[in-house]
């Protein structure tokens, strides 16, 4: 079993940053992708970026992120982070990171069903 734990969440004013962390533990997987998902309050959770283990770590992010936001990883640690700034009131979400075991080149980096372990998340709330 892979046991995934978020940290840095917190309240922070419009135009600040946050860095969440993500460290897993438990099972490992020689390969693994890692991502970033949000859920805010009345909606359905969506995706905001994500990272290769393998091709670079090169990294994929939502269009209402992208420039503001990145994903980063350190293998030796098992732990990826997400350096969010200039945030918006939008933002506001619970984060939670996901593991997809494997890699493979088609992967859907957007999509909640090809993760299958989840954090327990971390709020993060940005005021106006």
Do not use: H
Not at 65 to 70: A, D, H, I, S
């Amino acid at each position: 079993q892979v046991q995934l734990v978020e940290s840095g969440g917190g309240l922070v004013q419009a135009g600040g940053s946050l860095r969440l962390s993500c460290a897993a533990s438990g099972r490992t997987f020689s390969v693994y992708d890692m991502g970033w998902f949000r859920q805010a309050p009345g909606k359905e959770r969506e995706f905001v970026a994500a990272i290769r283990s393998w091709s670079g770590g090169a990294t994929f992010y939502a269009d209402s992120v992208k420039g503001r936001f990145t994903m980063s990883r350190d293998n030796a640690k098992n732990t990826v982070y997400l350096q969010m700034n200039s945030l918006k009131p939008e933002d506001t979400a619970v984060y939670y990171c996901a593991l997809a075991p494997g890699a493979y080149g088609s992967r859907r980096y957007s999509a909640s069903d090809e993760y299958d372990y989840w954090g327990q998340g971390t709020q993060v709330t940005v005021s106006s």
